[in-house]
């Protein structure tokens, strides 16, 4: 008899895998639920480098089918709530719209948090591509509700833009003016007569700015002043008047009016950015940061310099992790090979999320190891107390070759290093893995789990695919997304907050009210 043939191997058998990635890998197959949350929470209907945005329209179409509409109102609550998505939830009401206009009523507010994402909303719908066009009157009254109660000044921020306006939408639901200031605000956006009397005081502030009767900046969304003439002195008073937000993601456009020219405004516009009350007040995370980060160029050194105060401040929002941590970022090439968000007008790509992630757990776990890896392992030496920033462009830099997921396991199990928790982040594109009956990660992973019974192994996806290469399980969490929210979901999986369904769980907790008999 070959010994070596028929050799005992450690650890609970590995099921055999059932399906194959995009890159021609064997991978496992998910419920249709977990595979829909997977696409909620990645999809953005653009292309990238395994997948076109027909396809990921297509497979959506198809698990919204196989699952209960229930599920895909929760999902859509889910995605936008937990995961600040905007188009996925949106296509998912879209859905709704056609199978249940009731259920869509009902989740309706949660789901439509702004103007942008109610205009993303029409949009989809009238495109057809879920199987109707028109509204019906369960969804008119439902968006007719949603104006209806839309503050002024919200409601004038989300006017401007889009392919559908909201001018559009109010001339196709016709909401009923609850007074004259409504009346002559619903006429104004749709561009008939109105009593100008009756504006509402910040189209009268804008109006009166735009005419040049007034000097004074209305604190109004700042693409409405972009068409004026406007000189540093106003840019200036925009600037400083901008909420926390709207200062972090338009300090170029700061920059490109010559506000930063005058150090003491420069100073005062720093000292915004890195305020530890305001950033904890509006709950900042570092992706929020990474983006305005990556989004700068040749701003002044106080301002870069303020992003990576705001970076370490907002660290602490992160989760500790307890025990030893090994972090794995995939470093292959398929990670450098398109936008983590799909739209051209990002510069983030799925590796800076890896070296995000990475970068902010070893933060809070100095004595975290960290196995880069593509069909190897990188030495890269990454010192816990440099900024978050400087060690996520350290791994930001290293571009490898094909994906061998398993590799970082191996060399635990080789080395005989143990760990409390395990965190991938990868496209889970491998294909260059040596196993045969499963995924080589899941075989090596019941391998490590032989000599290490309480660890517990985090997958996060940067991609949206309906396999994995780590099977669903009590001690397993496979998560898409690349959102801040990832950190809550290792929070409660590794306090045993999560069920044995992973993340779908947590998306069945949600509650959204009785239904309507």
């Not at 760990?419 to 990868?426: E, F, G, K, R």
Request: glycine fraction near 6%; hydrophobic fraction near 35%.
């Amino acid at each position: 008899m070959n010994k070596q043939v028929f050799k005992t191997t450690r650890g609970k058998i590995p099921e055999r895998a059932n399906t194959y990635n995009k890159a021609g890998g064997k991978a496992y197959t998910r419920s249709p639920e977990a595979s829909l949350v997977q696409m909620a929470l990645t999809g953005t209907f653009y292309n990238t480098f395994y997948c076109s945005g027909r396809a990921q329209l297509n497979e959506t179409i198809d698990l919204c089918k196989k699952v209960d509409p229930r599920f895909v109102a929760q999902t859509a609550i889910y995605a936008r709530s937990k995961g600040l998505m905007k188009d996925m939830p949106m296509f998912l009401c879209a859905h709704l719209a056609k199978e249940d206009p009731k259920l869509l009523e009902l989740i309706f507010p949660q789901v439509m948090s702004n103007g942008i994402v109610l205009k993303k909303f029409v949009h989809m719908l009238r495109s057809g591509v879920v199987g109707r066009k028109s509204m019906g009157t369960t969804i008119k009254r439902a968006v007719t509700n949603w104006i209806q109660n839309r503050s002024y000044h919200g409601l004038f921020r989300d006017a401007i833009g889009g392919d559908v306006t909201i001018a559009d939408i109010i001339k196709m639901v016709h909401p009923r003016p609850q007074d004259k200031s409504r009346e002559a605000f619903y006429a104004y956006l749709i561009g008939k007569k109105y009593n100008h009397e009756s504006l509402p005081t910040i189209v009268k502030e804008y109006e009166a700015f735009k005419k040049g009767e007034t000097k004074e900046v209305p604190n109004v969304e700042f693409r409405y002043l972009t068409s004026l003439k406007l000189g540093k002195t106003e840019w200036t008073q925009i600037a400083l008047n901008a909420p926390w937000h709207m200062c972090r993601m338009n300090l170029n456009t700061f920059d490109r009016h010559g506000v930063f020219k005058d150090k003491k405004v420069t100073k005062r516009i720093a000292d915004k950015i890195r305020d530890r009350e305001s950033i904890r007040k509006v709950g900042v995370f570092p992706y929020q940061l990474l983006a305005a980060y990556k989004a700068e160029k040749d701003l002044p050194r106080e301002i870069i310099e303020s992003l990576h105060d705001a970076m370490e401040i907002a660290t602490k929002n992160v989760p500790t992790v307890e025990g030893k941590v090994v972090l794995c970022p995939d470093v292959s090439g398929s990670m450098q090979s398109y936008s983590v968000t799909g739209s051209k007008n990002s510069s983030i790509k799925p590796l800076d999320v890896a070296a995000l992630v990475t970068a902010v757990v070893l933060r809070n776990n100095p004595d975290a190891l960290v196995l880069p890896f593509d069909t190897g392992l990188h030495n890269i030496r990454l010192e816990p107390r440099d900024t978050v920033m400087t060690n996520a462009n350290k791994l930001g830099r290293i571009y490898g070759g094909g994906t061998s997921v398993s590799v970082p396991m191996r060399y635990l199990i080789d080395k005989r290093i143990k760990a409390d928790v395990i965190i991938y982040i990868s496209d889970n594109e491998s294909w260059a893995d040596p196993y045969h009956r499963s995924t080589a990660l899941e075989g090596y992973w019941q391998q490590f789990k032989s000599k290490n019974r309480n660890a517990k192994l985090i997958c996060i996806d940067t991609y949206v695919e309906k396999n994995v290469q780590a099977k669903d399980a009590p001690d397993v969490l496979n998560i898409g997304g690349f959102s801040d929210n990832v950190f809550t979901l290792i929070d409660l999986f590794l306090n045993g907050s999560i069920g044995n369904e992973g993340i779908v769980s947590e998306v069945k907790k949600i509650n959204m009210g009785e239904r309507d008999a």
